[in-house]
């Protein structure tokens, strides 16, 4: 494969050039095969300039986004070390995907991750259930000992006068049962998000 790719829109990565065995990569855009070359191979860069040069047979890992034509590649040099390539279209990616695969003889791999944002609104209110039930239990217990109840003022008031009713109405013993259910269902509502909310990611190693 010979192939120079010069995305400018790209996040880090704007110049590529694969040739054989070897992946030349900068962060600097520079128009030219020939400039891009002249300055890879001059050693000659400033501080925060990224030069890459690595060789197909360093890549320990690479997982391709088609969603997003990018290659996120892994590679062992010096140290474990990353890298994030971007293409102008799915046809550039896919030759680029393909050329990794035939140089590196990686087999796809898939891991399942859970997406955060699936099921940690539901943790939330199951971790807002238990706290109330707490609250409304220990008024209940309270109540059962002789004690009054000071619900004060507050924003919260209505809120406060709704679970000492509820002390009063159910007692400890009875909202301790639907403590049991009400939370299980939310326990169980959030696992089942959190399994729903897996994404397959597939990776080369």
């Not at 860069?45 to 030069?51: A, I, P, Q």
């Amino acid at each position: 494969m010979n192939k120079f790719i010069i995305n400018e829109k790209a996040t880090l990565i704007k110049n590529i050039l694969i040739e054989n065995n070897t992946i030349l990569a900068s962060d600097e855009n520079y128009i030219t095969k020939e400039l891009f070359l002249e300055k890879m191979n001059c050693n000659k860069k400033s501080f925060l300039d990224t030069h890459l040069n690595l060789k197909t047979s360093d890549i320990i890992k690479f997982i391709p986004m088609e969603s997003k034509c990018a290659i996120q590649v892994f590679f062992q040099m010096k140290k474990t070390s990353k890298t994030y390539f971007e293409f102008n279209s799915l046809t550039e990616y896919t030759e680029v995907k393909e050329f990794l695969i035939s140089k590196t003889n990686f087999t796809l791999k898939e891991k399942l991750q859970s997406s955060l944002t699936s099921w940690l609104k539901k943790a939330a209110y199951s971790l807002l259930s238990i706290i109330i039930f707490g609250i409304i239990y220990f008024m209940a217990k309270d109540i059962e000992n002789g004690n009054n109840i000071d619900i004060g003022g507050g924003r919260r008031k209505g809120l406060k006068k709704l679970m000492l009713i509820l002390a009063e109405s159910l007692g400890s013993m009875n909202t301790l049962i639907v403590a049991v259910i009400v939370v299980s269902g939310l326990c169980f509502w959030t696992y089942k998000a959190y399994i729903k909310g897996k994404i397959a990611i597939e990776s080369y190693s």
